[in-house]
């Protein structure tokens, strides 16, 4: 079970910028693909997750409407496009799989396998 995560950089306020995140080695389409993320000094939060089943998006309160989450199939890939950026959203983002239920989809603790993070930095 292996996750990467790429894209992350510098970008000032109110850019773009998209992040991602390969999966490989298991049936992917059984797990929910999740991005977290985590500045210095403060916990890890949920953004983002994408729901296996039925391939529903969950967002962060913080990042609704700004933030979208989509898959590709082969290479089996996860995106978060980050858009509107905002310097509160510097932070280190993890990718992450697991199989949470609704209940518990945006606690980190449902999900079995991260990935190592990508740091996205944005400026004022």
């Known amino acids: 079970v292996q996750l990467q995560a790429s894209g992350g950089g510098l970008v000032q306020a109110g850019g773009s910028l998209r992040v991602s995140c390969a999966v490989s080695?298991?049936?992917?389409?059984?797990?929910?693909i999740g991005w977290f993320r985590q500045a210095p000094g403060k916990e890890r939060e949920f953004v983002s997750t994408?729901?296996?089943?039925?391939?529903?998006?969950y967002y962060a309160d913080s990042v609704k409407g700004r933030f979208t989450i989509s898959r590709d199939n082969a290479p089996y890939t996860v995106h978060l496009q980050m858009n509107s950026l905002r310097p509160e959203d510097t932070s280190v983002y993890y990718c992450a799989a697991g199989r949470p239920i609704l209940s518990n989809i945006r606690e980190s603790s449902a999900y079995r396998n991260w990935g190592l993070g990508t740091l996205v930095t944005v400026s004022s």
């Open positions: 080695g298991f049936t992917s389409d059984y797990y929910t």
């Open positions: 994408l729901n296996y089943g039925s391939r529903r998006a």
